[in-house]
């Protein structure tokens, strides 16, 4: 399965992004899909997660409130709808899909087994 995380951008503070993360060469309906962050001399950190049947969603208390996930099985995709953003969510998004995942291994880069390039966000403040 490839993964390509689209919609990154410059934005000012309060603004919005909706990024994207579509599959090919598989299907993500029976996969749980979740987006990290990861921003200059920080390690990647655990945003957002959707599991396969999209009705559990989770998020990092930096974005509660702010950021919601969704998936599309129909259209092999998920997204990630972004609101009041600040500079502190400057970073590069990626996307990441898993089919074993459970939850206490959900904010662990190491228990997904695909990855998405990367989309840039940056907040200016």
């Known amino acids: 399965v490839q993964l390509q995380a689209s919609g990154g951008g410059l934005v000012q503070t309060g603004g919005s992004l909706r990024l994207s993360c579509a599959a090919s060469g598989g299907t993500l309906s029976s996969s749980t899909v979740s987006w990290f962050r990861q921003s200059p001399g920080k390690e990647r950190e655990f945003v957002s997660g959707?599991?396969?049947?999209?009705?559990?969603?989770y998020y990092a208390s930096s974005v509660k409130g702010r950021f919601t996930v969704s998936r599309d099985n129909a259209k092999n995709m998920v997204t990630l709808q972004m609101t009041n953003l600040k500079p502190e969510d400057t970073a590069v998004y990626y996307c990441?899909?898993?089919?074993?995942?459970?939850?206490?291994?959900?904010?662990?880069?190491?228990?997904?087994?695909?990855w998405g390039q990367g989309t840039l966000v940056t907040v200016s403040s």
């Open positions: 990441a899909s898993g089919r074993r995942l459970i939850l206490s291994s959900l904010e662990r880069a190491d228990a997904y087994d695909f």
């Open positions: 959707i599991f396969r049947s999209g009705g559990n969603k």
